[in-house]
């Protein structure tokens, strides 16, 4: 029988909280930490998965175009949601066993859900002969256009020709898709997503290293945790739709309007007090701070990413609204331990991430670690990582 395996990894958003689905610019890196995934084709006549994994006490099995019993937010949903998009696309699938091993902390902000999403599919399409076809080929020629299609498995949305599905009820862009499948080693990389494509990649200077400081408030995209996490995309479309009724014009995102007339963009959210703070959040970390924190790494100038970093950090707090006081907690604190630069790694609850220099990255982890687990000993799952940027997915042989 026929095996196939994938290693995904993780992502670090260093700047860009929010823009990918606007359409604007992220600075982002893959990380060293990441989701392996194993597919075995079976013996059966029903296209039936059956996946396990070392961080879930029990596995799940999927129906492909069945009613899932999973509900939002757990893992069998996701690959519940993959396993039907692609029967939709490209076919029936052969029935397989598939075995999961995360070395991602789950819910932690550097989407481990979509490096589950990610490895399922293309373990999938692989097993399945999908990846060989014409159709596959058509529909993503490369990396960045095959990020862009499995950020659309997930969030549900139609691909060129490709009928969208449920999704897993997320309404998110292709960011993290992107920096999974098309990260470099030691590099981060500036993308737009309107239109979709890399903008530059710069060099993470040798003696540097992310610090990346898990709350312990779990990002999960659930219940509450899925309506703050939909309320900064539905607000995005709310804009945008205010603009396409003024003007008459259909730009399809944030940032084509704003190149027409940022002025008048800003003139139809004027008696709306919510979606002039959207609108300003994306117009100053799209604009303003991903290119200025691209350069700043560029020139490996540490005064540069500090002061990008808290005007982000302060953005995503006063104008988009994603902070919870654990996470603002965490970067006093790594500003208080020396860290030149710190600021908000993504998900409502999630991470933050410090940059310090390679030699002291532990001793300051552990630190950071003791002296946030101190001021909230309840939350016992919050943990520390140091890393850097790290290369793509890869198929294993």
């Known amino acids: 029988m026929t095996t196939v395996a994938w290693r995904v990894p993780g992502r670090l958003e260093v700047f860009g909280t929010h823009t990918d689905y606007a359409g604007g610019d992220v600075l982002v890196c893959a990380i060293d930490r990441g989701v392996t995934v194993e597919a075995r084709e079976v013996a059966g006549t029903e296209p039936v998965l059956i996946a396990g ?39 029936p699938l052969r029935p397989a066993e598939l075995r999961f091993t995360a070395e991602l902390p789950l819910a932690s902000g550097m989407s481990s859900s979509s490096a589950l999403v990610v490895a399922a599919a293309l373990a ?13 080929t058509l529909a993503n020629p490369d990396r960045l256009q095959l990020a862009g299609y499995l950020a659309c498995v997930e969030n549900g949305k139609s691909w060129g020709a490709l009928a969208g599905a449920l999704g897993v009820g997320t309404l998110g862009g292709s960011e993290d898709h992107t920096a999974m499948l098309c990260g470099q080693a030691d590099r981060l990389s500036q993308y737009r997503f309107d239109p979709l494509s890399l903008v530059q990649t710069v060099t993470f200077p040798a003696d540097w290293a992310f610090v990346v400081a898990v709350s312990g408030v779990r990002a999960e995209k659930t219940a509450a945790a899925l309506a703050d996490y939909n ?20 730009d399809p995102s944030l940032a084509a309007a704003l190149r027409v007339d940022a002025e008048r963009l800003t003139a139809v959210v004027a008696d709306s007090p919510a979606l002039a703070r959207r609108l300003a959040h994306f117009v100053v970390e799209s604009t303003e701070l991903v290119p200025a924190a691209a350069q700043a790494f560029a020139q490996a100038d540490r005064t540069a990413v500090a002061e990008a970093a808290a005007r982000s950090h302060r953005a995503a707090a006063d104008l988009l609204g994603n902070q919870v006081p654990q996470t603002n907690a965490l970067a006093d604190l790594a500003h208080a331990l020396g860290a030149p630069a710190a600021s908000f790694g993504a998900g409502f609850g999630g991470s933050v991430w410090a940059l310090v220099s390679t030699g002291e990255a532990e001793a300051f982890a552990a630190e950071w670690l003791d002296g946030y687990r101190a001021r909230f000993p309840e939350l016992s799952d919050a943990s520390v990582l140091v890393t850097r940027p790290g290369p793509a997915a890869s198929r294993l042989d």
């Open 53 to 91: 994994s070392d961080a879930a006490k029990s596995g799940v099995v999927i129906h492909p175009a069945a009613p899932t019993p999973y509900p939002p937010g757990h893992w069998g949903r996701y690959l519940q949601t993959v396993a039907d998009r692609l029967t939709a696309n490209f076919g």
């Open 124 to 136: 999938l399409a692989d097993l399945n002969g999908f990846s060989q076809t014409d159709a596959w």
């Open 231 to 250: 309320r900064a995309s539905l607000a995005t479309a709310e804009v945008l739709r205010r603009w396409q009724e003024a003007t008459g014009r259909q």
